[in-house]
């Protein structure tokens, strides 16, 4: 029997962690079924003590000290070390269960500190794992960069734990596999809700697949993805065919917008500006359909010169609240307030009237209307679900609605 410690680096490495890592729970499963003893680490104090260590980190920013990858008894793996070139886990492991009380210490720990449950509902509440795999997008930016298609991966039973009363699927592109109607029978017969944690593929669907939708348990947003403006016509063209098939469609559909990607390798000032544009332009498309744009920084970004402007988007858009009620230059001018806007709230021309200064959040909106001010003018003063006339539901839902 060996002893076996088991090293989420990002668990270690970052300062939220929100999601358990699914290798490590295989790595424990199999190890646990031949007799070793396993170990979760949550450092790297006295790890030379175990037979043998494994380590894997998602996030390639997440540091891992070199002292720990040069071990004699260590092996080390994943997209955080070697993005689309990361070696896949034997497949003895790759088909194990997941062992889904790996964390169950660390966040008991977390717990007794006063975080909220909330925080840790994947490590409690959720049977993680791959249906398929692959997609044959061959997105320049992405870790599947390599696949050409996607394939079935596992049956739903080699991750399932019944006690557990929801699912996650991390799938590449779900509906691009042939086979998704079989599988997906296979989910739906569990009657548990389910959530595609990575999104689905909308410039897939067919009217086939909107109704399957429609008749899904599905865990929260429904989530897709807008990652190039030149995609613009298919999205809007489904989001137009769900909204006619479904004109009192209930659940939110939420986008990730991929951002600060240059695809020409050419990173300069048109490139930045550009890309914030084409941002803006599918936030405002998105916005017409009520669907939830959610930004996603490409790690340039917190590199550019526009690097606050990237923030504040992302800010503006990732707090579906805020995003509702406010346009993107009152959320930049309110948050550049600091602890006064309770007091102020809208009346930016009083606050500045009262001696305000502004704060990094303003600075970054004046920046902006700076250097591109057709930007400015073009996107920063819609609100997007048009509160004031119409409630929660935008202009364009209620055009539909009433033809």
């Not at 009363?165 to 592109?173: A, E, G, Y």
Request: proline share 3%; hydrophobic share 35%; net charge neutral.
């Amino acid at each position: 029997m060996s002893s076996i410690g088991i090293i989420d680096a990002d668990l270690i490495g970052r300062k939220k962690h929100r999601f358990p890592n699914l290798a490590c729970m295989k790595l424990s499963s199999y190890y646990k079924t031949i007799g070793d003893t396993v170990t979760l680490l949550t450092d790297y104090d006295d790890i030379e003590r175990f037979d043998s260590l494994f380590l894997s980190k998602v996030f390639t920013d997440t540091d891992v000290p070199d002292w720990v990858l040069n071990l004699p008894n260590i092996q080390y793996g994943g997209t955080g070390f070697f993005y689309d070139k990361a070696p896949k886990l034997p497949d003895e492991i790759e088909h194990s269960m997941p062992d889904y009380h790996l964390y169950d210490d660390w966040v008991k720990e977390q717990l007794a500190k006063g975080c909220k449950r909330k925080a840790f509902e994947y490590y409690l509440d959720y049977s993680i794992g791959f249906l398929t795999r692959g997609c044959f997008r061959q997105c320049q930016f992405c870790v599947n960069k390599n696949y050409k298609s996607c394939q079935k991966h596992s049956s739903i039973s080699e991750f399932y734990d019944e006690s557990r009363p929801k699912l996650c699927f991390l799938d590449d592109n779900f509906f691009a596999c042939s086979e998704w109607r079989a599988i997906i029978q296979e989910v739906k017969d569990i009657s548990k809700p389910f959530q595609f944690k990575q999104g689905l593929d909308e410039r897939l669907l067919t009217d086939e697949k909107i109704h399957e939708l429609a008749s899904w348990q599905y865990d929260g947003d429904i989530i897709f993805a807008f990652d190039n403006i030149e995609d613009r016509d298919n999205i809007e063209r489904r989001l137009q065919r769900i909204f006619e098939l479904y004109p009192n469609w209930k659940r939110h559909l939420k986008f990730y917008v991929f951002c600060g990607f240059d695809r020409n390798d050419v990173w300069d000032n048109n490139f930045w500006l550009s890309d914030i544009r084409d941002a803006f332009e599918r936030i405002r498309i998105l916005s017409k359909y009520s669907a939830l744009p959610y930004i996603m920084r490409y790690k340039a970004a917190y590199d550019s010169p526009y690097q606050g402007v990237y923030t504040t988007l992302a800010g503006w858009c990732n707090q579906p609240s805020i995003f509702k009620k406010f346009s993107y230059e009152m959320y930049c001018k309110c948050k550049g307030m600091l602890s006064a806007y309770s007091k102020y709230k809208r009346d930016v021309d009083g606050y500045l009237r009262d001696g305000g200064k502004k704060g990094s959040a303003w600075r970054y909106f004046d920046m902006l209307d700076t250097a591109a001010p057709e930007i400015i003018k073009e996107y920063a003063y819609f609100i997007p679900y048009e509160i004031a006339e119409y409630g929660t539901d935008a202009l364009h839902r209620k055009e539909m609605r009433a033809q």
